[in-house]
């Protein structure tokens, strides 16, 4: 469905350099976006009204659903990636995040945006569906709290994808994990 190129083209330059992990002002502003997003979800659940207590199971299986969650959102990074031939994914743990990437190859635009809203756009339909459908103001609260953690959490994914979409039309996208380098004619 797309091509990964092994090799970056001649004219190609490098245009932008992503690195949330050591670009200080990068990750304050990833961070303080999350951190928002996370408080703002609390306030609205406050709006909505809806309040029980969660006994310790639900917690237990609260931090359960969020390994999960972990794992379902890195997963369909790697779907994403693998819509092109040839790609070896490799996963690393940077002490804030897991991430998965393909530090080998160069992605065309239109796929790394693919790549990058994959888990936001199939995890959020996925989870507000949930919240129209469970009938108990416990589920509900949990749907809430996992919604929570996975907008929190895909800020990151946000960001590069609006840096990409920035860039001009003929883009190749190296995801070496800890960060992104953009290169352009
Ligand atoms: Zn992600």
């Not at 009204?49 to 390994?67: D, N």
């Not at 920035?166 to 190296?174: A, D, I, M, P």
């Amino acid at each position: 469905m797309f091509k990964a190129y092994d090799e970056l083209p001649k004219s190609f330059v490098l245009r932008r350099h992503i690195d949330i992990e050591n670009n200080k002002k990068e990750r304050r502003i990833v961070m303080l976006s999350s951190l928002i997003v996370f408080i703002g979800m609390f306030v609205l659940l406050g709006f909505i009204g809806v309040s029980v207590v969660f006994g310790i199971e639900h917690m237990f299986l609260m931090i359960f659903s969020i390994f999960v969650y972990i794992f379902l959102h890195e997963g369909l990074h790697v779907i994403a990636f693998h819509l092109a031939k040839d790609v070896r994914v490799k996963y690393k743990w940077h002490g804030f995040a897991v991430s998965a990437s393909v530090p080998n190859k160069y992605f065309d635009k239109r796929h790394y945006i693919i790549i990058g809203l994959a888990p936001l756009v199939v995890l959020s339909v996925a989870l507000i569906t949930a919240l129209v459908l469970v009938s108990s103001p416990l589920w509900f609260i949990y749907c809430f709290v996992l919604l929570a953690f996975h907008l929190s959490g895909s800020v990151g994914d946000a960001y590069v994808v609006w840096v990409v979409l920035r860039q001009g039309e003929h883009v190749l996208v190296n995801d070496y994990g800890a960060g992104m380098k953009i290169y352009g004619i």
